[in-house]
């Protein structure tokens, strides 16, 4: 029986891939351990936990938070709470590390339209049985947006190392990419669910995930404290 659910846990290949950057974020820890990314691996291991409790509720029924048929499967909360938990920790990330105000006011700004925009959502869907993607929408161009304006502060600025050494580099740019293209796709799915199959979204979207988490293993592997901003 074990055997048979870690076979299938491994056909989902994005779930190990979760926690093998874990095990890279923790042996690299030491070069940036004193930096605003210290929090970055217990982010990680939370998003590997998430995807593997999401995994057990749609499958296995011990898990399930619901009796109702047509609804037991139902694993959307815990992704709805996730989202929020994401965008809560890089807009602090990202708060951190842009230096200038007038970017900290439109980060603010950002943050607080994202969360809003879950808020009202409340109103409108429910959170236990579908993905808030309204909230998604806004919160990932937002995310977008805070990433153009910190790269745009970094190229007012002369770098002392290269840049492939700077593990916020690598992480802005895994973050980009996904977020550029996960509120369309994942929305997609809700609303047009035929183009979803059609076009295999599904996989388009695992493709987004183990490229964003290749992106943040590079980081990880190539990094080097001194060249951190």
């Excluded at 439109?106 to 236990?128: E, H, M, N, W």
């Excluded at 007012?156 to 690598?170: D, G, R």
């Amino acid at each position: 029986m074990a055997k048979d659910i870690l076979l299938q846990i491994l056909k989902e290949y994005y779930i190990p891939l979760y926690l093998l950057t874990w095990v890279v974020a923790m042996i690299r820890f030491k070069r940036y351990d004193d930096t605003v990314l210290k929090h970055l691996p217990i982010f990680i291991i939370y998003t590997f936990f998430t995807e593997l409790l999401g995994y057990f509720i749609k499958f296995h029924e011990d898990f399930q938070f619901f009796s109702a048929e047509g609804t037991d499967w139902h694993n959307v909360i815990i992704f709805n709470i996730y989202q929020v938990v994401v965008f809560a920790y890089f807009f602090w990330v990202y708060h951190k590390v842009c230096l200038l105000p007038e970017n900290k006011r439109r980060i603010k700004f950002l943050a607080i339209g994202t969360f809003s925009s879950y808020f009202i959502s409340l109103f409108f869907q429910d959170p236990f049985h579908v993905g808030l993607y309204y909230g998604d929408l806004v919160g990932s161009l937002s995310l977008v947006i805070v990433i153009v304006l910190y790269f745009m502060e970094k190229t007012k600025e002369t770098p002392k190392y290269p840049t492939i050494n700077n593990l916020m580099f690598w992480i802005s740019i895994g973050l980009g990419i996904f977020y550029l293209f996960f509120p369309f796709i994942y929305l997609t799915g809700y609303v047009k669910y035929e183009i979803w199959v059609e076009y295999h979204f599904q996989t388009v979207l695992s493709i987004l995930i183990v490229t964003m988490y290749i992106l943040f293993n590079i980081g990880f592997i190539f990094g080097k404290k001194k060249a951190f901003t």
